[in-house]
């Protein structure tokens, strides 16, 4: 009966916290084959686990993130985006967006609005 209990406190608490974010999902704990909890922090997008996401899904699962973190301690600050190349379309933000582009056109350093 006790580890019916730990199994549904640890899936309230995963739910809790992931209603929190648009994308990303937070597993924080495994359920082992005997039954036992094991703590962990993996973010997943669509049970896809974070290291096998594309570059862009990455991108916008960490605006994601900083979307939620900003509301909660109310508070805003720029974020740069290296590789931002990589990304069709970025997750709406309130915060500025610096986004560094590999482009072979511009041999220096260009600032573009």
Do not use: R, W
């Not at 990303?24 to 686990?49: H, R, T, W, Y």
């Not at 600050?77 to 072979?104: G, H, R």
């Amino acid at each position: 009966m006790c580890d019916e209990f730990i199994k549904i406190k640890v899936d309230m608490m995963q739910t809790k916290i992931n209603v929190n974010f648009k994308l990303a999902k937070f597993k924080l704990f495994d359920i082992q084959v005997n039954g036992g909890v094991n703590s962990c922090c993996e973010v997943m997008f669509d049970n896809v686990p974070y290291n096998d996401l594309n570059n862009a899904m990455k991108i916008n699962i960490g605006l994601d993130i900083i979307n939620t973190l900003s509301k909660h301690y109310n508070l805003s600050a720029p974020i740069f985006i290296d590789n931002a190349e990589s990304v069709t379309e970025f997750e709406k933000t309130e915060a500025q967006l610096i986004k560094l582009v590999v482009s072979e056109e511009h041999k220096k350093l260009t600032v573009c609005k």
